[in-house]
């Protein structure tokens, strides 16, 4: 097998489909090197070598090293340079790169290949000794960090000295003296963290930074960001081994971040930053704040640092020819990394950047207006899941603010909460409930499970395309970066902005599309969906198959999910309207009743009550199908805890306090999620759901007469185990729908089906199905009884399940297709094969996760159900799963 793929130089070992093999980073740069862009030379060592590596115990077998030194050759080749040679040194990049981008996931080593002999040798061949010892202070430093595991705060606290013993303030006032000295003391600082002086053999330099950014692959923020974007562990990573070009060699020379458009926004404009005599590490870290790309960026920013397209007007243009080209070669946005040198400019890099969902929804529909992309393209790119960040409300335009300071916007979207300031704190206080804002003078990859759990981010240094730009907007968290008048003590638990405060555990804002930093909460308003949103939306609706419910129960559930698009309401809750204060009372009376007529007494009081219910929802859905689960969770929720609470009720069923405690526990059951709950309240008391139907049906036909469009009910038996307990139910229902219609003299069209929550009703879905004039699968308890796990307990296992590969994701977030999913697919086709016309949907929180769509998509369910806010969401997923399906 090969493992080594050489690129530039007229040579392409690889391209862009290649990029299981080479990675994302280094399939681009072998297509950028064939389509003749500029690119340094290099080699890409394959993602099957890190599968093997880790197989191997860690090991780089010997066809490897001899593929190596032909891949070193091959750049030696190109350059005209020797790897250690002290006269004409050749350096090298050594760049992580797996199949799916990873912003600051793994890690990378620059200038390798210094020692203190190459070092005299580079700073002859640049003629510029300040730039050698520049670039020698930056690799021992990285390598130590990257490779030695040493402590880089060390490192970083002797630059700061060095630089105040000079009364310096910037890096870029220090002298090739002054960088000779701070070598030394770097070597003295590794020899003393290490054990060992620091290493002179290149070769050894070389294999050490190899292993780190294999090793980088299991590291701990890598596996959070795997998990967090479902990337498979045994994909690996790449190693991208190229010649180093260099932006730090004056003032022709630059490094730079751009996307080919907005990433925040979508314009279709440059959108990038830059940095004079600098390395790239310098942008991406937010260690200096970059300037701008484009004059009318630097304007709008008013902005006094001149953008390259000013003071580099020749290469500017050269940039922008090759922006314009690689993406109408790619055919999407581009994410590009670049390096000019003595203003010969060099493409480091390529790859589909990542964006909001705002920005995703306009370049998407945008390109397909443009001719670049189809219809169907548009519809596939846009991340069902990222939606959410354009669904909930934004700040109040009108509401007041304290704005504390400004920074960089750069994640859009607003969030309020408690300040925090490190990334286990966040974690603590998400897991507890509470709402924070991380904030950090920059952020490091080893943040990463802080900024998931936090709301928002906010940062004293950075650009817009520093570590905490680039991970919150593909997370979807608002991001405030580059804040610099912050001043942040995170040994007191506290910043301050000149003269005001704000403590740990105060509460901040931040509006991520302003750069606004705010003291205090601040009022929000809903998002306006429209524009771009409306257009794909529009087009993902004409190809998918899959219809698109609500799961509410009240009037304003089911407005916001109709605004979203919702066909119908798939699961309407009846218990969540019983536990309203003003009715609780009479549902305890009728459930601690001791007869059949004291159930009834309390339950006529309920009837005005859940037919208002009815009337409210059905008036919003009139027209459309709604599925209305009768009563279903265990009677013990329903139960008065408080002496006053049995007091209350012995009042309103006329009887003493004693009775009802003996009566309550009666009641008590040891495992009640599995216990008198669903149709065997039905069953023993059928009068519950009599009641419950009349008031369904003369809802219906008031809604009916008032507005001339009648809903559609579809009366759903909850946890239905046989096909007699459906029948018994099925019969109870249809009895209280004829002598509803026999009052009025009208009638409406209804379903009574049931839910599909237990393993014995989906193997039993023939016979059921008898019966049953829909199936609606309840994934949520078939998950639990399925697996035999409560999802209320199973948050203390679950995470340590999927790190450890047993279940792939959270079953109760996507569905468990192999195990819960054959359940399904098997009574989807039982019963069909009974009731070929049979009506099935699924209305479990699945309906709402993309994955468990194509799922649905696939059994060939006619429907999927989800909250109200996730109605969007799960209307593209299923257009894009009908795609896959064609």
């Known amino acids: 097998m090969t493992y080594v793929y050489r690129f530039g130089g007229g040579v392409s070992d690889g391209g862009k489909g290649d990029k299981n093999l080479l990675g994302g980073k280094g399939a681009n740069l072998a297509e950028m090197a064939s389509i003749g862009l500029p690119v340094p030379p290099g080699f890409t ?138 070598v030394t003391v770097y070597k003295g600082l590794v020899e003393e963290q290490w054990g060992k002086p620091f290493p002179q053999d290149v070769h050894d330099q070389l294999w050490g930074a190899v292993g780190a950014v294999f090793g980088s692959w299991q590291s701990e923020r890598a596996k959070v960001y795997r998990r967090l974007n479902d990337i498979p562990a045994d994909w690996g990573t790449a190693v991208n081994v190229q010649a180093m070009v260099f932006g730090n060699m004056g003032d022709t ?152 300071t400004k920074g960089l916007p750069a994640s859009p979207g607003a969030a ?67 804040a610099g008048s912050l001043a942040i003590d995170n040994k007191a638990k506290l910043l301050r902005v000149g003269s005001r405060e704000v403590r740990e555990g105060d509460i901040l ?81 009728m459930i601690l009743a001791s007869d059949e007529a004291g159930r009834r007494a309390a339950l006529a009081k309920l009837l005005p009550e859940q037919r208002a219910d009815f009337t409210a929802i059905f008036e919003v859905m009139a027209g459309l199908p709604v599925t209305v689960r009768l009563l279903d969770p265990p009677l013990h929720e329903f139960l008065p805890q408080q002496e006053a609470e049995f007091a209350e009720v012995a009042t309103a069923a006329g009887v003493d306090v004693d009775t009802l405690k003996r009566r309550a526990n009666e009641l008590h059951e040891f495992n009640p999620m599995l216990g008198h709950r669903g149709c065997r309240l039905g069953v023993t008391y059928p009068e519950i759901y009599e009641i419950q139907a009349r008031a369904i049906f003369e809802a219906a036909l008031d809604v009916a007469e008032k507005s001339g469009e009648a809903p559609i009910p579809e009366v759903m038996i909850p946890l239905v185990a046989t ?77 340590a399940y999927v790190e450890k590969g047993i279940y792939a994701k959270d079953p109760f977030v996507s569905l468990d297709v192999e195990g819960v999913g054959e359940l399904v697919s098997l009574a989807a086709e039982r019963g069909r094969d009974t009731r070929p016309g049979i009506k099935l949907g699924i209305c479990g929180e699945h309906g709402g996760d993309p994955a468990s769509i194509a799922f649905c998509e696939q059994v060939g369910l006619d429907y999927v159900s989800a909250s109200p806010y996730r109605v969007p969401i799960a209307r593209l997923a299923a257009a894009q799963a009908a795609l896959k399906a064609r």
């Open 45 to 182: 060592i394959s993602t099957a070598m890190c599968t093997r590596y880790y197989e191997d115990g860690e090991q780089f077998p010997q066809e490897l090293r001899d593929e190596v030194a032909d891949g070193i050759a091959h750049i030696e080749a190109v350059t005209e340079k020797r790897f250690g040679d002290p006269e004409n040194p050749l350096l090298v990049s050594v760049r992580s790169g797996a199949r799916v981008s990873m912003p600051g996931m793994m890690d990378t080593v620059l200038n390798l290949g210094l020692n203190d002999a190459t070092v005299e040798g580079l700073a002859k061949k640049a003629g510029d000794e300040r730039f050698a010892w520049d670039s020698y202070r930056r690799f021992i430093q990285m390598y130590a960090d990257v490779v030695l595991e040493l402590d880089h705060g060390a490192f970083e606290e002797a630059l700061e000295i060095a630089k105040e013993d000079n009364g310096f303030t910037l890096d870029t006032e220090m002298t090739a003296e002054d960088w000779k000295a701070l």
């Open 253 to 404: 020379s630059a490094t730079g971040v751009a996307f080919t458009r907005d990433p925040s926004k979508g314009d279709r404009a440059y959108y990038g930053e830059f940095l004079i005599n600098a390395q790239g590490e310098d942008v991406v870290a937010g260690i200096r704040t970059p300037q701008y790309l484009t004059k009318a960026a630097r304007e709008e920013a008013n902005a006094k640092p001149a953008s390259m397209e000013e003071a580099m007007p020749e290469v500017y243009a050269e940039l922008a020819a090759v922006f314009d080209q690689l993406e109408t070669h790619y055919r999407d946005m581009q994410d590009i990394e670049f390096t000019v040198e003595q203003a010969k400019l060099w493409m480091l890099q390529t790859r589909s950047g990542k964006r909001t969902a705002k920005a995703a929804l306009k370049i998407a529909v945008d390109m397909a207006n443009e001719g670049l992309i189809t219809r169907e393209e548009a519809i596939a790119r846009v991340d069902p899941a990222a939606l959410d960040q354009l669904l909930h409300p934004t700040l109040d335009p009108n509401a007041h603010r304290d704005v504390l």
């Open 416 to 482: 309020s909460g408690k300040v925090v300031f490190d990334a286990d704190a966040a974690e603590r206080a998400a897991a507890a409930g509470e709402a924070v804002i991380l904030v950090r003078v920059e952020t490091s990859p080893e943040d990463i499970h802080g900024m998931h759990a936090a709301k928002g981010i906010l940062t004293a240094r950075g650009g817009m395309t520093s570590h905490a730009a680039v991970v919150a907007r593909g997370m979807g968290r608002p991001c405030v970066s580059g």
């Open 509 to 589: 804002t931040l509006d991520g599309s302003t750069g606004e930093v705010m003291v205090g909460a601040v009022a929000t308003v809903q998002p306006e969906l429209a524009g771009d949103f409306g257009t794909l939306m529009e087009w993902a609706d004409q190809v998918r198959r899959l219809k698109v419910r609500a799961n509410a129960e009240t009037p304003l559930d089911c407005r916001t999910a109709r605004e979203f698009g919702a066909e119908g309401v798939g699961l309407c809750r009846t218990e969540h309207m019983f536990f309203d204060s003003a009715r609780i009372t009479a549902v305890r009376q």
């Open 723 to 799: 096909r007699r307990e459906l029948e018994l139910m099925k019969a109870v229902v249809d009895k209280a729908a004829q002598a509803v219609f026999a009052e009025r003299g009208k009638t409406v069209e209804y379903l009574v089906g049931t839910m599909i929550e237990l393993p014995r009703a989906a193997l039993k879905a023939g016979e059921i199905a008898e019966v049953g004039e829909f199936f609606s699968f309840g994934t949520n308890d078939l998950t639990q009884t399925t697996l035999g796990v409560s999802r209320d307990d199973a948050a203390r296992f679950l995470s």
